[in-house]
């Protein structure tokens, strides 16, 4: 597709939404779906059609509106009015506060800071445009950041603004993106791939496949881009499973983007080719690494292997090889339309732009959020989060899933990036972020991140397949208060042994969530040890059984 045929969808996509009145905005992501959205949405198609309002008032499904907790969500986009919890029945009332006053008790105020702290970037569609309708993404200028690099940018000229950028891997390491795509670019190989990692495994995440549901072709433009500048010619999109409405999204999308000269031969009249499949998971947590992930697609046993050599040098059947996750592809498009400057200038010194979270467990405001990199913990859990519920306090937040870390109240107020989360013994993962309150035990908040280890281990190397089983033991032995001190020292000793010799970063940052918790809460460590210990001392003790038999 040439520059002008691109403008030319443009103009007609504006032409019709000017025609329409109104816009209602239904949220067809997958928490919505699952609370009935789709009904909500065929109910308000029919009132419309009923009413003879069908030329005036459009209704449409959108992507993630983000406040997943209180769906299903309706957005009346002219009068930037949002209703929660909506049911079918609610409909004839929702059509008649059109140019009214709202229904109040659908209302859900979006002058609130969950909506007014956020920085939408790779989020920036969602609430405008149709997943399932490429015309809707190409009248938000997608696809017009490819065409201006097929017809005015050299691949290194791309790679260049993707370095000046400063974007790193989303996926959880935080590599420098361009810096990566330079190494693949000069790998020799006849044939070289681009991998699209959406195998999002941490509990409590689903940032990554709220995007392919919402903006599908925002990441296939981004594979695009990638492949064109790296000298890839083919691709594959490894995504769970478990995710069968971002299956269906994404491979709705790749059939439109063939069809639209976007994939397959002669992009943009170009000579550049690149044909992107769809590669199912099995839902196995090791699959993210970027190796074992590779052997899944070979379609080979999950697990990992060393490295050297890395993926970009040998990677899907020998060949260089990009991985990058989706959230890393979702913001390429942004970064070339708008410049590496601009997008330097958001975040910190080291950590630029934004990063997607998925917020998650006892906080008032649940859902999807995308916020500045450098914004503080305090601002994310308690302004855009609105706080702890049921007047409980705040105890710890674990960012970065199973790998991660237990952050607790005095660092409340520190900056969210990648630098700073590694210095307090977290990392920033690929985005999920559970808050605990202090009801939570973190002992049992550990043994539970170990237990998801020791049974998403592949096997493959012995740290972790056995030492991972040992941590879950000792932790379950102190949580019956049976523990002694030389068992919890057994357990940091494991700690230090299973980070340093597992094979993959599965094994290597699966401590993470003891070592945290062992850090900043081990108080609740020593009681149970010490309960533990005077229990085995009278279990021993002569006089004490005899006692209990008189």
Known sequence: MTPDELKEI?????????????????????????????????????????????????????????????????????EDRLYKKVVPEDAPEILDSLGAPPVQRLECPTNIPFFQRQM????????????????????????????NALTELSPIDIINEIIHSGLRGRGGAGYPTGLKWSTVSKAVGDVKYVICNADEGDPGAFMDRSILESDPHRVLEGMAIAAYAVGASEGYIYVRAEYPLAIKRLRNAIK???????L???????????????????????????????ASVEGKRGTPRPRPPYPAQQGLWGRPTLINNVETYANIPSILRRGAEWYASIGTEKSKGTKVFALAGQVNNTGLIEVPMGMTLREIVFDIGGGIPNGKQYKAVQTGGPSGGCIPEEFLDLKVDYESLSQIGSIMGSGGMIVMDDSSNMVDVARYFMEFCQSESCGKCVPCR?????????????????????????????????????????????????????????????????????????????????????
Not at 256 to 262: C, K, L, N, P
Not at 264 to 291: K, W
Not at 488 to 496: A, D, H, P, V, Y
Request: charged share 25%; glycine share 10%; with cysteine.
């Open 10 to 78: 443009v103009t007609q996509e504006q032409q019709i939404e000017h025609t329409r009145e109104h816009h209602i905005c239904v949220c067809t992501a997958a928490g919505c779906v699952s609370s009935n959205s789709l009904h909500v949405k065929d109910a308000l198609a029919k009132e419309v059609k009923k009413r003879g309002l069908a030329d005036k008032c459009q209704v449409k499904g959108v992507g993630c509106l983000g406040l997943c907790a209180q769906g299903p969500l309706v957005h009346m986009r002219e």
């Open 256 to 262: 439109q983007a063939e069809r639209s000269g976007f």
């Open 264 to 294: 397959g031969q002669s992009i943009g009249g170009a000579r550049f080719n690149l044909h992107l499949d769809v590669r199912l998971g099995a839902g196995a947590f090791v699959c993210g690494e970027e190796t074992a992930l590779i």
């Open 120 to 147: 939408r970037v790779v989020l920036e569609n969602f609430w405008k445009i149709d997943p399932e309708r490429i015309q809707d993404y190409i009248a938000a200028d997608g696809y017009s950041a490819l065409v």
């Open 466 to 550: 056995v030492g991972t089983v040992h941590m879950h033991n000792l932790l379950d032995k102190i949580l019956r208060k049976e523990a002694t001190r030389k068992d919890l020292s057994m357990l940091e000793k494991l700690c230090g042994i299973v980070k340093g010799a597992s094979l993959c970063g599965l094994g290597q940052t699966a401590p993470n969530p003891v070592l945290s918790t062992l850090r900043y809460f081990r108080e609740e460590y020593e009681v149970n040890i010490a309960d533990g210990e005077i229990a085995a001392v009278c279990a021993q003790c002569p006089d004490e059984k005899e006692g209990e038999k008189r």
